[in-house]
Each structure stands twice: as structure tokens, then as C-alpha cells.
């Protein structure tokens, strides 16, 4: 069975500040995908950035990177330049055969003005 | 091209009573799945259908929750006798018959059991 651990139940980041929300997982797998999901309070679920985990470079979507660390089962979301609009729950997730997605417990991130 | 339609967007049932709620795929896809997200945690799949198929129901409870994926129509997720504990959002997804390991969420359904 997959697990995903999202350690941290709140973060907070200055507007245009950096910052990085963390993510373990553990799966026996080998083929997988990794995902961040953003959930604003319209509860619409939103793909942020995807990753797959044979390919060693980290993906990036703009203002939104991963650090895939494969060997110590992390995956982060790096968030720059954050904005207003980022403010949301966000939830790691990991699929390994397509069949389901194994969701995080979620960070919740405030972004102060 | 419409995305993943469920309806309706929020059920209230008294207890006892039945719920259904529907999700529509993008056109296209031939994958479902639906999540269930109680409050203030992440979303638990609870089952996986095709087209006339449930593929893996593994997270579905035993007793009280059903789901279907008709040849025509929308997939129904079906729970009966509701109780309070059922007070959810539940999420509906779907993806292409290839695999691309994406999920595209509808909007959800928040029921609430008085």
C-alpha cells in the first residue's frame, strides 16, 4: 500500500517571498507518478505540477518546481515569487498504476500581504 | 470541451434517507473514479470504474455504498441509510482510456446529513 506524508499543517509566505512545502511517500513501486494538487476554498481541485518518477530532472510549471529526491522518497513544492492567489490547501498525491491517487493530509498556506 | 460535471453541488438527506450523486466524465474519457474528503483531511479514493465495470472498489465501506459506470448515462455513486458520518465532499475524476496517470477532478459534491 502507498502512504504520503505531508508534515506540515500550515505554512505561511510573505507575497513575492519563496517557499517550500514538503512531501514523503513511500511506495514499493517502481513506475509511479507524483503529484501537487492546490485546493482553493472553492474545493475545486487543481494540478499544480506532475512528476514522473523515472525522469531524474524536476519538473517546473512557472512560478512552481519540485525537488524529487527518489532515493529518500520526498517530493517538495517549491513555490517563488508567491502571490496572493496561491493561498490554498495543498495536497501531494502519488498513482502507481493508474488505478488511484493516495493523497496527503494536506498544507494549508497563507500568503500575508 | 466541458470538464468533469457533478451534480448536484451540495445534498442535504436526513438520516435514513438515500443519496445519489452523479459525475459526468470529460467527453472522451472512459475512467472514473470517485474521493471522498471529510473535513480538514485529504481525499480517500474509494472506487474505480470503466464503462460497465467497477475495477478496483477497494475503498469503498462494505456495506451501504454502491457505484455504477453505465454503457449511456453518468457514473451514479449511490449511498443508502445515510448517517451523519457520511457528511462529505465527495469527488468525482476522471482520465483518458490511455494511460497518462492524470486525474481531472469535477467540483465535487458536499452532502450533508442532518
Known amino acids: 500500500a502507498q502512504t504520503v506524508t505531508q508534515s506540515q499543517p500550515e505554512m505561511s509566505v510573505q507575497e513575492a517571498e519563496t517557499v517550500t512545502l514538503s512531501c514523503t511517500y513511500d511506495?514499493?513501486?517502481?513506475?509511479?507518478?507524483l503529484f501537487w494538487y492546490k485546493q482553493p476554498p472553492s474545493r475545486q481541485m487543481i494540478l499544480v505540477i506532475r512528476q514522473e518518477a523515472y525522469k531524474q530532472q524536476n519538473a517546473t510549471e512557472n512560478r512552481f518546481s519540485v525537488n524529487f529526491q527518489k532515493a529518500a522518497k520526498s517530493f517538495s513544492l517549491k513555490i517563488s515569487d508567491s502571490q496572493l492567489g496561491d493561498a490554498a490547501m495543498y495536497f501531494c498525491?502519488?498513482?502507481?498504476?493508474?488505478?488511484?491517487?493516495?493523497f496527503g493530509g494536506g498544507t494549508r498556506l497563507m500568503v500575508k500581504p | 470541451n466541458a470538464g468533469v460535471m457533478q451534480n448536484p453541488r451540495h445534498l442535504v438527506r436526513r438520516r435514513g434517507q438515500e443519496a445519489r450523486l452523479r459525475c459526468s466524465p470529460m467527453?472522451?474519457?472512459?475512467?472514473v473514479y470517485w474521493y471522498r474528503q471529510l473535513p480538514e483531511e485529504g481525499l480517500k479514493f474509494m472506487v474505480y470504474?470503466?464503462?460497465?465495470?467497477?475495477?478496483?472498489e477497494s475503498g469503498m465501506p462494505k456495506e451501504r455504498f454502491s457505484a455504477e459506470f453505465p454503457k449511456e448515462g453518468p457514473s451514479i455513486l449511490r449511498i443508502q441509510q445515510v448517517v451523519r458520518g457520511d457528511s462529505a465532499a465527495y469527488f468525482c475524476?476522471?482520465?483518458?482510456?490511455?494511460?497518462?496517470?492524470?486525474?481531472?477532478f469535477g467540483p465535487g459534491t458536499r452532502l450533508t446529513v442532518l
Open positions: 467527453k472522451g474519457h472512459s475512467h
Open positions: 475524476a476522471s482520465s483518458p482510456p490511455a494511460r497518462t496517470f492524470e486525474q481531472f
Open positions: 470504474l470503466q464503462k460497465e465495470n467497477i475495477i478496483d
Open positions: 511506495t514499493s513501486e517502481s513506475d509511479y507518478y
Open positions: 498525491a502519488s498513482d502507481n498504476a493508474g488505478n488511484m491517487l493516495t
